[in-house]
C-alpha cells in the first residue's frame, strides 16, 4: 500500500470536493479553499491522504477550536476527519489521526476531539476510543451550548459529544 499524507495545497480543493460529491456527499469547493487560506496563515494545518496517488481522506488540525472549553484550555482540536467510503477499513483514517496527533504533540500534550451522537459517527465513534479519547465530561453539546436534561433537540450533524486524549512522547 502506497500511501501518502501532505498539507493540502490550492490544487486539493476541486479534487477532494469531486471526489465526495461521487460518493454522494455536498462538501463545497470554497470550504477546502478556507483551508488551504487558513492554513496559509497558521490557523489550520490540512493534511490530505493519497493512496497510490489517488486522494482517499484528509484532517485537520485547529489550534484554537472553535469549541469555548477546548479553546479556553488551549487544547488543539482534529476535527472534519473524513475518508471515501471506498478507502475505509484500510488503515488510512488511523493514519492520518498518527499525523494530526504528531503535530499536536508539538505544541500540546492534550488533543481535542467531537464526534457525531447517531449511527453514522459509529465507526469514529469506534476509531477515536480505541484511540484512547474520552469523554471531556461536559456532555452533549449542539454547536451553541450544552445539552441539558429536558431539552428537546433535533439529532443532526450538530449534536456531539467532544473528548480528548492525552498525548504521550
Given at each position: 500500500?502506497?500511501?501518502?499524507i501532505?498539507?493540502?495545497?490550492?490544487?486539493?480543493?476541486?479534487?477532494?470536493?469531486n471526489?465526495?460529491e461521487?460518493q454522494?456527499?455536498?462538501?463545497?469547493?470554497?470550504?477546502?479553499?478556507?483551508y488551504?487560506k487558513?492554513?496559509g496563515?497558521?490557523?489550520?494545518?490540512?493534511?490530505?491522504?493519497?493512496l497510490?496517488g489517488?486522494?482517499?481522506g484528509?484532517?485537520?488540525?485547529?489550534?484554537?477550536?472553535?469549541?469555548?472549553?477546548?479553546r479556553?484550555c488551549?487544547?488543539?482540536e482534529?476535527?472534519?476527519?473524513n475518508?471515501?467510503?471506498k478507502y475505509?477499513?484500510?488503515?488510512?483514517?488511523?493514519k492520518l489521526?498518527?499525523?494530526?496527533?504528531?503535530?499536536?504533540?508539538?505544541?500540546?500534550?492534550v488533543a481535542?476531539?467531537?464526534v457525531?451522537?447517531?449511527?453514522?459517527?459509529?465507526?469514529a465513534?469506534?476509531?477515536?476510543i480505541?484511540r484512547g479519547?474520552?469523554?471531556?465530561?461536559?456532555?452533549?453539546?449542539?454547536g451553541?451550548?450544552?445539552?441539558k436534561?429536558?431539552?428537546?433537540?433535533i439529532?443532526?450533524?450538530?449534536?456531539?459529544?467532544?473528548?480528548?486524549?492525552?498525548l504521550?512522547?
Amino acid at each position: 500500500m502506497n500511501l501518502l499524507i501532505r498539507k493540502m495545497t490550492e490544487k486539493d480543493p476541486i479534487v477532494i470536493s469531486n471526489a465526495f460529491e461521487e460518493q454522494g456527499w455536498h462538501k463545497p469547493v470554497e470550504l477546502y479553499h478556507k483551508y488551504v487560506k487558513e492554513q496559509g496563515s497558521g490557523e489550520r494545518i490540512s493534511l490530505v491522504a493519497e493512496l497510490e496517488g489517488e486522494f482517499a481522506g484528509y484532517v485537520n488540525v485547529i489550534w484554537s477550536s472553535y469549541y469555548d472549553y477546548f479553546r479556553e484550555c488551549n487544547i488543539p482540536e482534529v476535527c472534519d476527519f473524513n475518508v471515501l467510503k471506498k478507502y475505509q477499513r484500510r488503515g488510512i483514517g488511523s493514519k492520518l489521526m498518527d499525523k494530526a496527533e504528531e503535530i499536536i504533540r508539538e505544541k500540546s500534550r492534550v488533543a481535542g476531539i467531537g464526534v457525531g451522537l447517531f449511527s453514522d459517527y459509529g465507526n469514529a465513534q469506534i476509531l477515536y476510543i480505541k484511540r484512547g479519547y474520552i469523554p471531556d465530561g461536559k456532555g452533549i453539546h449542539n454547536g451553541e451550548r450544552y445539552v441539558k436534561h429536558g431539552d428537546s433537540i433535533i439529532v443532526d450533524d450538530d449534536i456531539v459529544l467532544y473528548l480528548k486524549k492525552q498525548l504521550m512522547n
